[in-house]
């Protein structure tokens, strides 16, 4: 079969493209840890903050093992803020969080980590990271969500 030089040249240029993004999303995906998140669970956006038998109604960090801590967190715009706001986790701490909003769409994005999520009413987004560095760690909404969008973050505190 005949193809032309030029043809050919653009054949293997397009296959060299193909293999170089595919191997980009294979090392961004795979060496580099991105967290592809999930829905963890689905729960109801108008009772989760209510409903004593959801992790939501009383959220925070709780302790699971030596290091190993899960911690629950609401977003809401009324007022706007993620409860709680404020967390504190020793050196080499692995944190599972899980989100979810009362409300609207929010987001999540964790300073120093690779987390970085949407939040869904309705919807518990989870995500886990390893604090092997003390310091201030800020957490923000990244999604507008209303007028006091601005207002939306906090900070986990890793020493
Ligand atoms: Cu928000």
């Given amino acids: 079969m005949h193809v032309d030089t030029y043809e050919r040249y653009w054949i293997m240029l397009t296959a060299v493209v193909l293999i170089v993004f595919t191997a980009a999303v294979g090392i961004s995906g795979f060496m580099m840890g991105v967290q592809v998140p999930v829905p963890e669970a689905l729960v109801n956006p ?7 038998t959801s992790r939501f109604a009383n959220p925070g960090l709780r302790q699971l093992a030596p290091n190993r801590y899960e911690a629950y967190i609401r977003a809401g715009s009324s007022p706007w803020k ?3 706001d404020k967390l504190e986790v020793p050196v080499g701490s692995t944190v599972t969080f899980y989100v979810t909003s009362v409300d609207v769409q929010h987001g999540f994005k964790l300073e120093g980590t690779n987390i970085n999520v949407q939040i869904l009413p309705g919807q518990v987004s ?3 990271a390893t604090f092997k560095t003390p310091g201030k ?5 990244t999604e507008y969500c209303g007028v006091g969008h601005q207002n939306m973050f906090g900070e986990l505190t890793v020493k």
Avoid: L
């Fill in 126 to 128: 989870k995500m886990t």
């Fill in 82 to 84: 993620f409860v709680p």
């Fill in 46 to 52: 108008n009772t989760v903050a209510t409903d004593p």
């Fill in 137 to 141: 760690y800020p957490f923000i909404c």
